[in-house]
RNA sequence: GCGCCCGUAGCUCAAUGGAUAGAGCGUUGCCCUCCGAAGGCAAAGGCUACUGGUUCGAGCCCAGUCGGGCGCACCA
């Protein structure tokens, strides 16, 4: 089998443990300790390994002979062996806002997670396509169009002629049409006659739709865009109904008797879908390594836990553990009046994702002056050509989605199951992740009334009780803005400008990814503004100094290009590595030589906080050693000191800028 | 009622079933005639909510209890 490596709780431990002696001790039925004692000799002599301790009960503590470590360096560093494109396809889908207001802190969390997660699915070589899906036909773009028309009397020519941040004007009008609505019952009826001229695509009504949903999408876009997120595809839901993607799903949902006609009970006349032990886990994706992905989907055999054994024959616990068998439940797919459930809209969205439905959008180029990459759209109309083959069809799929819809992402599993097989189900991922609310301090800094006992405030986009995204970087940016005028007076400001806007990406990015996913944030403004201590802005200040450093030694008349080389062809690095200052140094060696172990895992268990945690380690490995005023580069006491200086220098900038750019993070010129 | 998530330092969070439970913030001391102090060093701070169990070993697994949150619609 596999053996399992663990790192040991101090360095000087060891660089790596292995607690193999344990398992043996099981099989064996000998003591660990003595084991252990009788492998450690044997694992001495293997290449690579100065020597090998027994600790603890039984632990094996390896500790690596850093001179041949170094003989890897060049590949680990700075051309990482980024394992080979991948066969099959991956899907993220992400964001996801309805298109009727301005995108706020809980959408943000969203974007960040999924966009950082396609990161790193690329950096594992996988074919990532992001996709935006766009619900341009629900209710609360309705609810909008309400409130232009009824409240506001306004034209189609009227609203064009709105000015300024349209999404946050729709904000407003949105909450107002809400106050409107309680105030007489029958106003409701309102909101099903728009949407159903938005459904039908019809007359004035869903012009105006369309082009609201359009002009907030690329607000949305324009807002993500600031925090480096993109995509790859739009997908509109007035698209999916018009290229009749349910009239087919229902059809192979009938075919496969997924779905039953119900002739009583309370779903009488209705479609359902059976959810029971057949179709579906019951267990939640989310924190459950049982349903994680098998190892040919994602991470290559990379589980280290040989196999399962919660040892056959003996009991568990209190007893052994039976399969929760839950009462079968229904779920409502068709309506009895006809009409289609969101969530069997979603199985047949979903189908179409997994290249298992039998039909495929048209697309069309979606222009788009604030995105670098090139973005497409699904359309109705007619489809530009060049389109790369969206509908293809992955072969996993990552619906990055709150936690709050768990149930219906369940449910469209299920769908999945019965119609594509198990494969196709286990393919259907729900990156899930909790809320964020506010903090007590924000949210009476913000003019809410706080209830004083709970310690924070829900938000919730419909009651208004957030923060806006723009809000929320321009909050960053002014702070990051002040902060380099009180350090640099003499910046320029078309520089700071720059600079502050990379250190608000930065500290934003890195606090929505610092939490694991099932984590509710409380956001606090105090906190989230923090550049100090474990932030994005920790990560990009120990880069800007890194790379200072080398400006500063090139300002003084020296070469760093020689000084590389001098370090690489006399080999200075690895007799460096023993003196007393090469073992300071060693901690960051070591952080840095397992990024590549780093993302597999972030990946593999699908939870993009391990990098963070990562990235901090290596930053902090980094500041621990050139704190040390002994260890200066400019006033090195020799020229063999300076060229190992300066590599390791060079090395840490090369490597935490690849490892910042793997959480979207950006690294400013100067801080 | 059923299901899921959470409970770890004053606060915010870590910890593939492994060693003395770790970080950041805050607090208290130090360190810029030293390549940027958005930094470094150090100290104080813990019955991992509680009770049992499984295991050589439990913050983690199992059963239960108590708190907190969220889901369980012919809403989208």
Redo the contacts with the bound molecule.
């Keep these: 089998g596999e053996i399992?490596?663990?790192?040991?709780?101090?360095l000087d431990?060891?660089d790596?443990?292995?607690?193999l002696a344990?398992?043996l001790?099981?099989k064996i039925g000998r003591k660990?300790r003595e084991i252990a004692q009788e492998l450690a000799p044997k694992l001495a002599v293997v290449e690579g390994i100065a020597r090998a301790d027994v600790?603890?009960?039984?632990?094996i503590?390896l500790f690596l002979d850093r001179s041949a470590f170094t003989k890897h360096l060049s590949t680990f560093v700075t051309t990482r062996p980024a394992p080979g494109p991948r066969d099959g396809r991956v899907i993220v889908e992400h964001t996801s806002i309805?298109p009727n207001k301005a995108a706020h802190i809980g959408h943000v969390r969203n974007s960040i997670l999924g966009d950082t997660f396609v990161r790193l699915l690329r950096a594992r070589g996988y074919n990532v396509l992001t996709q935006n899906y766009i619900?341009d036909?629900?209710?609360?773009v309705a609810d909008v169009i309400v409130g232009f028309e009824t409240i506001e009397n306004k034209s189609l020519a009227e609203v064009r002629a709105v000015e300024g941040h349209f999404d946050y004007y729709c904000w407003d009008l949105y909450a107002q049409v809400f106050e409107w609505y309680g105030e007489d019952k029958e106003r409701k009826a309102l909101q099903a006659k728009a949407?159903h001229a938005i459904e039908k695509h019809e007359g004035p009504t869903a012009e105006l739709g369309e082009y609201v949903a359009a002009r907030i999408v690329r607000a949305h876009i324009a807002t993500m865009a600031r925090l480096n997120i993109g995509y790859d595809l739009l997908v509109r839901?007035s698209d999916i109904l018009r290229q009749h993607f349910w009239a087919k799903a229902f059809d192979l949902l009938k075919e496969t008797k997924a779905i039953e006609f119900?002739t009583e009970g309370?779903?009488?006349?209705?479609w359902v879908l059976r959810m029971d032990r057949g179709n579906t886990d019951?267990?939640?994706s989310?924190?459950?390594?049982q349903t994680a992905p098998p190892a040919d989907l994602l991470g290559e055999g990379a589980?280290?836990?040989d196999a399962t054994d919660?040892?056959p024959g003996?009991?568990?616990?209190?007893?052994a553990?039976a399969p929760?068998i839950?009462?079968d439940?229904?779920?409502?797919i068709v309506?009895?009046?006809g009409?289609v459930?969101?969530?069997g809209?979603d199985i047949a969205y979903q189908l179409w994702k997994l290249g298992k439905l039998g039909l495929d959008f048209r697309y069309r180029r979606h222009e788009d002056s604030t995105v670098a990459r090139p973005l497409w759209s699904s359309t109705s109309g007619d489809a530009d050509p060049g389109a790369p083959p969206f509908g293809a069809g992955a072969s996993l799929v990552f619906n990055v989605i709150d936690?709050?819809?768990?149930?219906?992402q369940r449910v469209v599993k299920a769908g999945v199951a019965a119609v594509a097989g198990p494969e196709a189900a286990e393919g259907t991922r729900h990156l899930g992740y909790?809320?964020v609310?506010l903090?007590k301090a924000t949210a009476k800094e913000l003019g809410y009334e706080v209830d004083e006992d709970?310690?924070?405030v829900?938000v919730s986009g419909r009651r208004g009780l957030v923060v806006k995204a723009d809000d929320l970087i321009e909050a960053l940016k002014a702070k990051?803005s002040s902060?380099?005028a009180t350090?640099?007076p003499e910046r320029s400001q078309a520089d700071r400008e720059k600079?502050?806007h990379d250190?608000a990406v930065g500290?934003l990015r890195y606090f929505m990814l610092?939490?694991?996913?099932?984590?509710?944030?409380?956001f606090?403004m105090e906190?989230a503004l923090?550049?100090?201590?474990?932030?994005g802005?920790?990560i990009?200040?120990?880069v800007?100094?890194a790379?200072?450093?080398l400006?500063?030694?090139s300002a003084e008349g020296h070469d760093v290009a020689a000084l590389l080389k001098r370090a690489h062809d006399q080999g200075l690095l690895s007799t460096w590595l023993a003196t007393p200052e090469g073992s300071s140094a060693w901690s960051l060696f070591l952080a840095m030589a397992r990024t590549e172990e780093a993302i597999e895992?972030a990946v593999r268990?699908e939870?993009p906080?391990?990098m963070t945690?990562h990235a901090?380690q290596i930053?902090?490995a980094f500041?621990?050693?050139?704190?040390?005023?002994a260890?200066?580069?400019?006033?090195?006491e020799n020229e063999d000191l300076r060229s190992v200086?300066v590599l390791v220098?060079d090395l840490f900038v090369k490597h935490m800028t690849d490892v910042a750019s793997h959480l979207g993070i950006p690294i400013?010129?100067?801080?």
Excluded: W
């Design positions: 399992l490596v663990q790192t040991t709780p101090k431990l060891g790596m443990a292995l607690p344990f398992e001790a099981k660990p600790a603890g009960g039984g632990f503590n309805n619900d036909t629900g209710v609360q949407l839901e119900q309370k779903a009488n006349g209705c019951r267990s939640d989310e924190s459950s390594p589980s280290t836990k919660p040892k003996s009991p568990r616990g209190g007893g553990v929760r839950q009462d439940e229904n779920k409502i309506r009895s009046n009409t459930t969101y969530t809209k936690v709050g819809q768990s149930y219906p909790e809320k609310v903090s709970g310690g924070s829900k990051a902060e380099i350090r640099d600079a502050a250190i500290a610092r939490f694991s996913r099932n984590r509710i944030i409380t606090d906190e923090a550049f100090t201590g474990e932030t802005p920790y990009q200040n120990s800007v100094r790379r200072s450093i400006a500063k030694i895992t268990t939870e906080s391990v945690r901090f930053a902090q500041h621990g050693y050139y704190q040390n005023p260890h200066t580069v400019l006033r090195a200086r220098v400013p010129d100067r801080m």
